[in-house]
Structure formats: C-alpha cells, structure tokens
C-alpha cells in the first residue's frame, strides 16, 4: 500500500504537478479573485497590491475553500515575481505543513547563494504581522542580493528558469503551411458563411457569434466520429479558421504551427504524437498566462459525451464562448511593449503614457485597443459621433495626421465650402493644392467614407517614408457607435499589429 501511494506525494511528482498547475493558478487569480484593474504585470507594485488583498480577508473566512484557493493562487503569483528578481526555479521543500507533504518553494539563482523561499511562510508572515510591506521587504532583499552579485561580476543577470504559458516567449516563426492555409481560409469565408448560416453578414467574428457556430456544428455532426471523418472537409476548416479569427480578433492571440520535426523526441513538439504538431492553433506567446487553443479540437469537444460516476454518459453544457476565458486580452503596457519592441515608440513615451495610470494592465476590449495606440501616438481618429464644426475637425484631423509624419507632410490652409453643409475639402499639401469631394447629411457628422480617401494624402512621399496611414478595422458590437483610427506605421510594422494584436489594417 505504501509502495503504491509513495510515487503521488513524492517531492519530484509534487513539484511537478504544482509547476503544472501554475498557468491554471495565475490564471484564477487575475479572473477570479482580483479586480479588474489589478496591476497583474509580476512587477514590485503588484505585489503591493496582492498583499494589501490577502490582508483584506477576516477571520471569518479563513480556512474556506475560497480562501485555499486564493491562497494557492497567491503563492504562484507571490513566487513567479520573486523568480523575476532572483532568478531560479521553483523547488519542493518535504517537510510536512498543515497537512501537506510540503510545499513549493523558490530557489533563487544559484550564484546568489541564497536559501529558498517559501510563498506559503512568507503570506503567513504578512498575514501576522500585517504591516502591508513584508513582500516588499522580501523582495529588497533579494534585489540586494543581486546588486552585491552584479558589482563583483559586471553585466551578470539572474537567469530564471523558463515556464511555457506562465512567461512569454517567442513567436514561431512564419510557417509557409499556416500562411497559404490562413489565406485559402480568409478567402473561402464569405462561402462558408452562406452555406453554414444562409448569410455572411452574421458572421462578424463578434464573440457572440460562436453560439451559432456552435448550434451549425451539432446540426451537422451527431457524434465525434462523423466530425472525424469530415475533418478535412470545406466547412470543419472553415469553422476551425472563424473559431480561431474570433479569439485572435477579441482577445490579440496569434495563429502559430508546429512542423513535423524528424529529430524530436517522442511526445516532444514536433513529433507525431505531439497533439499539436501539424495543427493551425490560437496562443498567446507574448502575454504572461496566455491562452492557447486548437479550434478544431474545441469544435470535437462540443460532440463529446462526460462519462458520469455510474458509468452512463452525460452531457456537459460545453460552449465555445467559454474558450474565451482562457486568454487574456492587451492592455496598455502589453501595447506598450510591443510598439517598444519594433521601435515605433520610445521607452521613455510608453512610461509617459502609463504612468499612474491604474488601468494599465486592465484588459482591453477590441474597440479599445486602437485607442492606446492613439494614447502612444502611432494613430489618429476621426470622430463618429456628432462635432461643433466640420470643418474645424477635417483641419484638427489633418493636422493631428501630418504631425505623426514628423515634418515630412505639411497641411495647411484647410478649408470647407460649397453646398448647404460644405461639400468642397480644400487643404494644401507641402504646397500643392489638393481637392476632395465630401458628402454630409448634417452639420454635425464627418464623411467617414470621404476620410479613408483623403487620408493617404498625408502620407509621406515614397522612397522618402514608408510609413502610410492604415485604417484599423476591429470587432464592433452590434448597433454601437465608434470612432475610426488611423495607425501610422510601415507595413511590416502594420502585419506585425495585425497579427498579435487581434486588428485589420487596410
């Protein structure tokens, strides 16, 4: 009996199965047990924040399930940004606490010679103490620790030990596959359309629309082994591709695909028995605790029976919508760091624009995301909803536009005439006139059709710039009013958005 039971509470499963489950814990605690403007970016005010949390909690509810599991989750969070500092990896310490055959510990890097921490000692800690600076403490005295290192070894870094879906990594690199199986699907989507629901215009990848998707998928298929057999048929591909459009369009994941690789080791990415080698797939590789997904195996999930405690079969409500939850939405900082990463904003404009702002790891919603690119100054809008005065907006518009531009575009002299409304847009380019027909039904509203036209008049010269004016096509819900943006940016630049942040540019 002890033989049997030995394996499941040895150190190396249980530090296994908690390394395992970290992705699960993060994710609980920014989804459940923390609000939404929590600054879940494992930096130092964080864990400010979290500590503040945990103290929040009475005696009452110590010891609930509730409890418990913000414990654990605190300890996952609490650790992963102390490994972020110190470097390291996680560990277990076996010696038995309230019940438990040990529990996870940090091990900073080894160079720093310093003793593991416990997350569970250290909230228990702060909990008794209740000063609200303990993990602060902590944390300045592993950055100490790493200072001193640093003064005896120039340039040395903590290196810490890399957790997939916990820390962000690399995209994979374009696959020729993916690209031409992305692209036969983005133009056989309007087909599909019409022949899944009678009509394209529903399906306008708004998260809502997996319910139909969903309720086409059971129609067509009453078992798993029929949604086999039509696997590579138009209109299982066809699901696939939307099911993925719609969380990379609401949620910024990006399409990836693993190769077939000769040399990987069995069960590794990239051999044969790996479920996601040779599959299109939705992850999230540049997030902390992002999502990822097989489209086709969440449209199988929807046909599969649960198996009950008695053996029957039962069904489980699945719904794609709920495939969702598992990824996170951008925020400011992670648009951020990415108009950082490909040079398009300067370090210091980023730290600007979020600075003391609260909501800067709050999730943004798809008509949102174009806005921060505004707050970092990459794009312009035009104004949907009613103005004081057309013509002073065409000139704001034009103005704000040409400034992007750096002096390489002048505008001047903007002028709106002819017509009850104004229906003649005049305005000077670098000194040369230019001309454009407008239409208004009002005073009150731009021509939003008559500004994609006259915008590339504010593009540099080419050969000069190659940056160009990109309309931004996103999510919309259904009878809502938003503005249009412009994203300033060169087309590599404008793929690279496109593609990890969830938009259309055009």
């Not at 305005?427 to 027909?437: A, D, K, P, S």
């Not at 504010?458 to 309309?471: E, M, S, W």
Request: a negative charge; glycine letters at 8%.
């Amino acid at each position: 009996m002890i033989a049997e039971t030995q394996p499941e509470n040895s150190p190396p499963h249980l530090l296994e199965k908690w390394i395992d489950e970290l992705p699960y814990q993060l994710l609980l605690l920014a989804r459940v047990h923390l609000p939404e403007d929590f600054p879940f970016d494992h930096g130092p005010g964080s864990l400010d924040a979290l500590e503040a949390r945990l103290l929040e909690d009475d005696d009452s509810v110590q010891g609930s399930a509730k409890q418990t599991e913000l414990m654990a989750s605190a300890m996952a969070y609490l650790g992963e940004v102390l490994l972020g500092v110190a470097g390291g990896e996680w560990g277990w310490h076996a010696r038995p606490v309230d019940g438990f055959p040990g529990q996870p510990v940090v091990c900073p890097d080894p160079e720093l010679e310093l003793s593991p921490v416990a997350p569970m000692l250290l909230i228990s800690y702060a909990r008794r103490v209740r000063t609200g600076t303990a993990f602060a403490e902590e944390l300045a005295r592993l950055r100490a620790a790493v200072a001193v290192r640093q003064e005896e070894i120039p340039g040395w870094q903590p290196v810490k030990d890399h957790r997939p879906h916990v820390d962000p990594r690399a995209v994979q690199p374009e696959e020729p596959v993916l690209s031409a199986w992305l692209a036969e699907r983005r133009e056989a989507h309007p087909a599909w359309a019409q022949d899944a629901f009678d009509g394209a215009w529903r399906w306008n990848f708004h998260p809502g629309t997996l319910d139909w998707l969903e309720a086409v998928v059971k129609r067509r298929f009453a078992t798993v082994e029929e949604f086999d057999a039509a696997r590579d048929e138009p209109f299982v591909q066809g699901a696939c591709w939307y099911l993925g459009e719609v969380i990379r369009r609401n949620k910024g994941a990006v399409w990836q695909y693993i190769p077939y690789a000769p040399a990987a080791e069995p069960g590794a990415p990239g051999s044969r028995e790996h479920p996601w080698t040779e599959v299109p797939f939705v992850d999230q590789p540049d997030k902390r605790v992002g999502g990822a997904a097989i489209p086709a195996e969440c449209l199988r999930a929807l046909l599969l029976g649960e198996e009950a405690a008695d053996g029957e079969q039962n069904t489980r409500q699945l719904r794609l919508q709920d495939e969702l939850f598992w990824f996170r939405a951008s925020s400011y900082a992670h648009v951020g760091a990415l108009l950082t990463r490909m040079g398009m904003v300067s370090r210091e404009k980023v730290d600007a624009v979020l600075t003391g702002d609260a909501f800067a790891h709050a999730e943004l919603s798809p008509h949102e995301v174009p806005g921060a690119l505004e707050s970092f100054g990459v794009a312009i809008s035009a104004h949907a909803d009613d103005v004081d005065d057309l013509e002073e907006s065409y000139t704001g518009l034009l103005e704000e536009a040409a400034a992007l531009t750096e002096g390489a575009v002048t505008i001047t002299d903007v002028r709106l005439y002819g017509g009850e409304f104004g229906e003649t847009l005049e305005f000077t380019r670098n000194g040369v006139l230019i001309t454009h027909e407008t239409e208004h039904y009002s005073s009150d509203y731009l021509d939003q059709l008559a500004i994609t036209e006259f915008i590339g008049h504010v593009d540099p010269d080419p050969g000069d710039d190659a940056r160009r004016f990109h309309l931004v096509d996103f999510v919309h819900l259904r009878d809502g009013g938003y503005d249009n943006y412009y994203v300033f940016a060169t087309p590599e630049q404008a793929t690279v958005l496109e593609k990890e942040l969830g938009l259309e540019l055009r």
